[in-house]
Each structure stands twice: as C-alpha cells, then as structure tokens.
C-alpha cells in the first residue's frame, strides 16, 4: 500500500492483521456443499469481529470505511492467506445499488441479512447469447396483478448453487428489441429492462450447477418457470433498470483493485518452484520470471493509483479497463509460467511432490483462464480503450 497512511489508518491495519492471523482458517475452495458452509460459517465470524462490509455506511452495519481502510483490509486479508470470500455479490454489488436505487423497506428486509452472511446472493445478468452484448437478454417478464411472472434462462451464476436469492436483468417491455444499439425510430434494447430480486427457492425455479475444469461448481444456469415475483422485489423502475444495472457494474468496476499482495505472494511461490526443479539458474527462467516481476510491480503502483483517485473522490470511469486488463492477464500468465515449470509435477498432481501446495497451483492456474472472462473480456476492455479512452477510429 503506497498513499501515505494516518494513524488512524495504522492502527486499523494493526487491528486487522493481529485479528487475521488469529483467526484465519485454512478451508477448501467453496465448490462442496461442505466446503461452502464452512465460508459461509468464517464470514459470519468475520462479520461479528466487524471486518465485513467496512465501506457499508454506519446506519446499515458497516464501519463506513474509506477507500485506503478498505484496501488495507484487502492486502491484510490476502497476506493472512484468507479464503475466497462468497458474500461478495451481496455486500459488494447488490449493496451499493439498494443504496442507490432501492426503497428503505428494501433495504431494512435484505441488508441485515446479507451484512451477518445469513443470506448469500448470486448475480443474475448473463444469459446464453448475452454477455458481452448483455442488454440483448431474452428473459422476459410479464405483469400479472401484483407480480412479475418470469421466464428464461441464466448462465454462469457464480455461486448460483449455494444461494439463496439472485438479483438478475428481465425483459419487461420492447420484447422485440434489435440487437443493435439504437434504431433510428424505435426505443433503443437498454429500454424495457427490469432489475428484479428473486427468491431462489420460489416454486418454477431450477438450478443447474455447471462442474468446472477445476472439479468445482462455482457456478450454475438458473431457469425460471412462470416464477411468481411480488412486485415490491423490483429495485428502482419496471422497464427501467439498465441504469440500475450501470450501478451494479460500476460498483464492480469501481472497486479498489485486486489486492496487489496477491500477485506478489504468487510471484515468490513461482521462484520456490523454479528453486525446487532445479530452473532457477536458467536464464530464460530467469528472464521470464524478471518480465513478471516487472508486470507485478506495475500493477502495484496501478493499483495505488486506483485507490488514491477513489480516495480523492473521484471514479475510475473508462480507466479501470486498464487495472482490469493488467491483473487478469498478469494472473492468467503467472500461473501458466508456474504450470509449465512444475511440468510432471504439475499433471500428477502428486502429493509427494517435493513442493508446497501443487494442487492449489493447479486449481488456481484453471481458475485464472476465467479472469480474463468475468467482469468484461480482454477485448471488451480493449474496445473501450480504444475507442472511449484513446478515441481511435472504428475499423
Ligand atoms: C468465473 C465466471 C464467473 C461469472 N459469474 C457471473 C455471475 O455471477 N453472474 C453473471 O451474470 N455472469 C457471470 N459471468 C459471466 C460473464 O459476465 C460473461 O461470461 C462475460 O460477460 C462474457 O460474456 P459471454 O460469456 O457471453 O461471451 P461473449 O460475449 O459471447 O464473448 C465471446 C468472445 O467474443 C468476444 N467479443 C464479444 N463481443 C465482442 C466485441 N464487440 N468486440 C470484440 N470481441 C468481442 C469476447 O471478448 C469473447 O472473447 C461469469 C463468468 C465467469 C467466467
């Protein structure tokens, strides 16, 4: 963490790391049902010491943490080796966006739970032929007297077979939108979309896991039935949730960056592993690994960067595609580099391996072929850059 810190800002990180390496269990990936309550079980912990949720404003549970508190917290936590965290969409993504576009009865029903990790959220955007192109979503929504009745299809729900409720995009009106983003006479397809709160357990409701490379369900397609939604579930307007779901997004991209220590712990397990079979004294190892080094520490001072804008008040805007594309791309290689040097090792997945921790490489070099996926693509990112920060011409 580079901004200069107060004392205030030491004595909550002395706080934080002497809590954390206390406390900090060592759990499984969160792909069992097993393994998910145990996350689930170490967040509640975390919540009741007061750690989660430190950006949620005082009134709603949180400390109402700036932005370097909350970077700190973030460095502290991955120093600390703790676990993937699966409240993330509710108290990072859904948060903010009742904050901003939700009543106070939805907010006083849905927060409380989500702040103690009693109600565990999953995000309901992408739908087959809708990602990148997300406003081209197929899922429709009818009204019928006090409810929404709902049919279509999700994909890639993170978390989707574990949780308990999905915020998710439906089509409400302009059923016969174009794909196209704007028709000289006709509504543009970002309008007639709903942003709806569902319950994931309503009769009509079928959750499909999807088993990754990795062995785990991390995420699931959700299809939904002529499922019965009470209106007062919708967050901001019927037919007009794109800006509402512009907060969600912004909420994502907004966020402090990646945690730099990360990238720095998996820069030193990469030399252990060069060390262990016998590389580290060639010079294409070695120059391979100074390229990385090089790229982690770019990303450091990205990620300052990042958190002393939002800390002046500021927004990343168009500019966080470069964060993005810097440490998912710095992810995907660093792994990939590992993978190659491990080599039998590697494929095994042997535990007599004279190193520490293969399987967890392993599992983290097929999880990081995602990275440069969720969140928007590399080239998605690259679009924008190209186009909004670099205004180049379209080809
Ligand atoms: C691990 C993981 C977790 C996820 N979790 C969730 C979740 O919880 N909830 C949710 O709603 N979604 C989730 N997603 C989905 C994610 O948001 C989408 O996968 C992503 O938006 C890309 O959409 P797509 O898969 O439909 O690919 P597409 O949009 O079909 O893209 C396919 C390829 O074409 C490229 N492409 C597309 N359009 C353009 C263009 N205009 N110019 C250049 N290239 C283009 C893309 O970059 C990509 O390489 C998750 C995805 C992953 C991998």
């Known amino acids: 963490m580079d901004p200069p810190l107060t004392s205030a800002h030491v004595a909550f990180r002395d706080e934080a790391r002497a809590w954390l390496a206390d406390h900090v269990p060592d759990l499984p990936p969160p792909g069992s049902p097993e ?26 549970g949180g400390r109402g943490a700036d932005v370097v ?7 502290e936590y991955v120093r600390a080796d703790g676990p993937d965290r699966v409240t993330v969409l509710g108290t990072n993504l859904l948060a903010p966006t009742l904050f901003a576009h939700g009543t106070d009865a939805q907010r006083q029903r849905w927060l409380p739970d989500i702040l103690a990790a009693r109600t565990i959220w999953s995000q309901g955007f992408s739908e087959p032929d809708a990602g990148s192109d997300l406003a081209s979503l197929r899922t429709r929504a009818e009204r019928d007297g006090d409810d929404l009745v709902v049919n279509g299809q999700k994909i890639w729900t993170s978390y989707g077979a574990y949780a308990d409720w999905i915020f998710a995009l439906v089509r409400t009106s302009n059923f016969s939108a174009p794909r196209a983003d704007s028709t000289p006479d006709g509504p543009t ?17 079928e959750v499909r896991p999807i088993i990754q490379l990795d062995g785990h369900a991390g995420f699931s397609e959700v299809f939904f039935t002529d499922v019965r939604v009470p209106i007062d579930q919708v967050i901001g307007e019927i037919d007009d949730g794109w800006p509402v779901a512009m907060t969600t997004l912004a909420a994502e991209r907004d966020a402090p960056a990646a945690p730099p220590a990360r990238y720095e712990r998996d820069l030193r397990d990469l030399i252990d592993i060069a060390r262990a079979v016998g590389l580290d004294t060639d010079d294409v190892v070695r120059d391979r690994i100074a390229g990385l080094h090089v790229r982690v520490e770019c990303y450091r001072h ?18 966080a595609s470069v964060t993005k594309l810097l440490w998912s791309e710095l992810e995907r290689d660093l792994y990939a580099f590992g993978l190659e040097l491990l080599g039998a090792h590697g494929e095994v997945l042997d535990d007599r391996a004279p190193l520490r921790d293969v399987a967890g490489w392993h599992s983290r070099y097929w999880y990081a072929r995602a990275a440069t996926i969720y969140a928007g693509t590399s080239e998605i990112q690259r679009n924008i850059l190209a186009r909004r920060v670099l205004a180049l011409p379209k080809a």
């Open 35 to 60: 393994a998910f309550e145990q996350h689930v079980s170490w967040e509640r912990e975390l919540h009741e010491a007061g750690f989660q949720a430190l950006h949620w404003p005082e009134e709603y």
């Open 69 to 75: 508190t909350q970077a700190i917290f973030e460095e």
């Open 189 to 205: 397809k970002h309008a007639g979309i709903t942003f709806v709160a569902i319950d994931l357990r309503s009769d009509g409701v």
């Open 302 to 319: 990205q990620a300052a960067a990042t958190v002393a804008t939002l800390a002046a008040g500021g927004s990343l805007g168009d500019g």
